[in-house]
Structures are given as C-alpha cells and as structure tokens.
T-cell receptor
Framework: EADIYQTPRYLVIGTGKKITLECSQT?????MYWYQQDPGMELHLIHY???????EKGDLSSESTVSRIRTEHFPLTLESARPSHTSQYLC????????????FGSGTRLTVV | KQEVTQIPAALSVPEGENLVLNCSFT??????LQWFRQDPGKGLTSLLL?????REQTSGRLNASLDKSSGRSTLYIAASQPGDSATYLC????????????FGDGTTLTVKP
C-alpha cells in the first residue's frame, strides 16, 4: 500500500543531543516537505525538496537540515537539540500535476528537555 | 503572495446538523485546492482535492466546491456526527508556484451528541 512513514512517533531527548527524524514514502513522489506545527497552531514550512539532491529552506527559518539522497527518503536532522525545538514535525509528499495533492505522515512529536 | 483565510476559527454544532466551512484565497490563478482533516496531535488526512478545472468534488457526506472568480471554496458536511469533530484545513496551490501549497489556519469543529 502506498504510504508515507515517519519515525519515531514520539521522541524525548536531552538538550544538546543530535537527532534525526525519518520520513520515507513508497509512492515515488518527487516533491517532499517538512512542516513544523505547535499544538493548536498553524503549519509552518521549514524545508522542501523537488527531487534527489534538491533541497530548499521553507518560509520559517529553522536550525534543522535535510538531505535527499534517495527519492523515497527525506530525513531531517538537528545537530544540537534545544527546548525551543520542542514541536510536532510533519512530513508530506506530492507529485507534479494538478490531480496530485499532499499526503502527510503521522508526524513526530519532539520534546527537548 | 497567496493568503488563505478560514472563517470561523471554531464552530460548535449539535449532532445531525448540516454545516459549511469556508476557505477564502487571494490569488485566483489556482492549480488545485485540497481539504484536510486533522485530529489533535495527529497528521493531516486528505478529504477532497479539487483541480482548477473542476467546480466540486464529493466523498460520502462531504462535498467541496470551488469558485475561482470569488476566491472561495466551501466544504459541506451533511448530517454531522461527533466523530466529525476535528480541525479542518484547506490548502491552495497556485499556478506560478505549483511546487508548494499555502495552508489556512483551519476551522476547529465540535459536534455535540
């Protein structure tokens, strides 16, 4: 079944640790996105990619980095986590064409203590 | 820059009522428009996608319409149920930037038994 997977679902980590949030999709989509969302608040685009070796920063400045070495995989890395990074991180994918919309993963809820 | 507005921000209705959620956008040269549902702490689930060439889409008790000339889309929910309680978001993709969508802030719906 075509889908998009995010791991871990929940993560509690100490300040200063390096973390990688995983996102994989099985649909062969070229476009992938990372959004940050605080509880009850709007979505903020932090990174996007239109294909392998293509990554761009989104509308909201973020200290995280991303890579796109394979079409299906779009991991997000924080080199040194801080309490201000506590949030929910949502990954999505799509394809070119007006008949394609976004498919979202279930999200990773990150808490930095 | 495309702006997407959803009014009201919150809505509470008794079970069984038919209701309409609104989404307004400023740039009418749209590529497609997508409606999502988000439950607390979860990812976004796609409900309906309307391409630029279409006027409406239906799925079960849901009907979404698109009026590009007035910059509006509506999501009609028939015979609402407590399980419909969630936040509903619309996302608009425009022609000149078909890579990314602009999301509204959402309408939080509560259906009371």
């Amino acid at each position: 079944e075509a889908d998009i997977y995010q791991t871990p679902r929940y993560l509690v980590i100490g300040t200063g640790k390096k973390i990688t949030l995983e996102c994989s999709q099985t649909m062969g989509h070229d476009k992938m996105y990372w959004y940050q969302q605080d509880p009850g608040m709007e979505l903020h685009l932090i990174h996007y990619s239109y294909g392998v070796n293509s990554t761009e920063k989104g509308d909201l400045s973020s200290e995280s980095t991303v890579s796109r070495i394979r079409t299906e995989h779009f991991p997000l890395t924080l080199e040194s986590a801080r309490p201000s990074h506590t949030s929910q991180y949502l990954c999505a994918s799509s394809e070119w064409g007006a008949s394609y919309g976004y498919t979202f993963g279930s999200g990773t809820r990150l808490t930095v203590v | 820059k495309q702006e997407v507005t959803q009014i009201p921000a919150a809505l509470s209705v008794p079970e069984g009522e038919n209701l309409v959620l609104n989404c307004s956008f400023t740039d009418s040269a749209i590529y497609n428009l997508q409606w999502f549902r988000q439950d607390p702490g979860k990812g976004l689930t796609s409900l309906l996608l309307i391409q630029s060439s279409q006027r409406e889409q239906t799925s079960g008790r849901l009907n979404a319409s698109l009026d590009k000339s007035s910059g509006r889309s509506t999501l009609y929910i028939a015979a609402s149920q407590p399980g419909d309680s969630a936040t509903y978001l619309c996302a608009v993709t425009i022609m000149r930037d078909a890579g990314k969508s602009t999301f509204g802030d959402g309408t939080t719906l509560t259906v009371k038994p």
